[in-house]
């Protein structure tokens, strides 16, 4: 699909090299462990003292969608010796990546955040940062998060605002717009309707639900950190695209565009662009 194009542009030896080996490596590791490495430290890392900041000493939490933990190791810190912190996500891969890097005191289960394996009233905290746009059955996500939620429970919630509002992903979406030469939004980005997201809670029987946007950096080291992690780390976020995984033309290519589109957000330090994000906290 994109090997003809490849051929058109030239490369530097070392970049090539560079992806040549992470490729090589890939293959080597799971998804997850790339996901962990390369994406979590920039993209989710920033926002995890704002998910949790609701959180109080004594808390019982669970962290609904919780990848390799990093909101759950944040959580685990706030909760201290007389709090309880629980992790779930759909992807072992992810969880067992969780469990080998985290405290021994957190629980973690496979589960679906629409049929969530917990009792009524269980929870004081309930976390879910960047999942909602993944569920299908949007609706009753929401509802299994306040039925778990004791009275007076808190939740917060954020779900990425359109690729458009973001410098890296909207040249992610331009680039592989035009390889496939048709329109291709990425689908973690595809639940930017703030009031659907407040109707949702609304509906679940939210109350005191406070939405905003609110903006963090994120920062790769280089420009092809960005692409190689988003390629062989986050199969969600590729969609049907998932099929570039292992293919080093279509990575060249990709890095390409990506650094024609941003050189101005590019200096010595590396790749920096503002990320918004959706924020919801609500009360039970």
């Known amino acids: 699909m994109v090997k003809s194009l490849a051929l058109l542009a030239p490369f530097n030896w070392f970049l090539m090299a560079y992806v040549n080996y992470r490729v090589f490596v890939s293959m080597q590791v799971n998804h997850a462990e790339s996901y962990n490495n390369i994406l979590v430290p920039a993209i989710f890392q920033p926002w995890a003292h704002l998910i949790c900041k609701h959180i ?42 969780a469990k080998s890097r985290s405290s021994s005191d957190i629980e973690w289960f496979q589960a679906d955040v629409t049929e969530l394996p917990f009792d009524d009233n269980q929870f004081d905290v309930v976390t879910c940062q960047q999942v909602l746009q993944f569920v299908p059955d949007k609706q009753k996500a929401l509802d299994e998060l306040y039925r778990v939620l004791r009275p007076n429970g808190r939740l917060t919630l954020a779900v990425w605002k359109s690729a458009e509002h973001s410098p890296g992903w909207k040249a992610l979406q331009d680039s592989l717009s035009e390889i496939i030469n048709e329109p291709y939004p990425l689908p973690p980005f595809s639940f930017d309707q703030p009031n659907k997201i407040e109707a949702l809670a609304t509906t679940a029987g939210f109350k005191n639900i406070a939405l905003s946007t ?8 280089q420009t092809s950190d960005f692409v190689f992690g988003i390629v062989e780390g986050s199969q969600n976020m590729l ?5 570039l995984a292992g293919d080093i ?25 503002d990320q918004p994000n959706n924020v919801l906290h609500a009360i039970k």
């Open 249 to 273: 033309d279509g990575i060249r290519v990709i890095n390409q565009k990506m650094e024609i589109k941003l050189s101005t957000y590019i200096d010595d330090k590396g790749l920096t662009f």
């Open 214 to 221: 609110v903006t963090k950096q994120t920062h790769f080291k």
């Open 56 to 97: 109080k000493q004594g808390d019982n939490v669970l962290d609904a969608g919780c990848g390799t933990g990093v909101i759950t190791r944040q959580a685990i810190e706030q909760v201290g010796s007389n709090g309880s912190v629980t992790g779930i996500d759909l992807n072992q891969n992810m969880l067992d990546i």
């Open 239 to 243: 969609g049907k695209l998932s099929e």
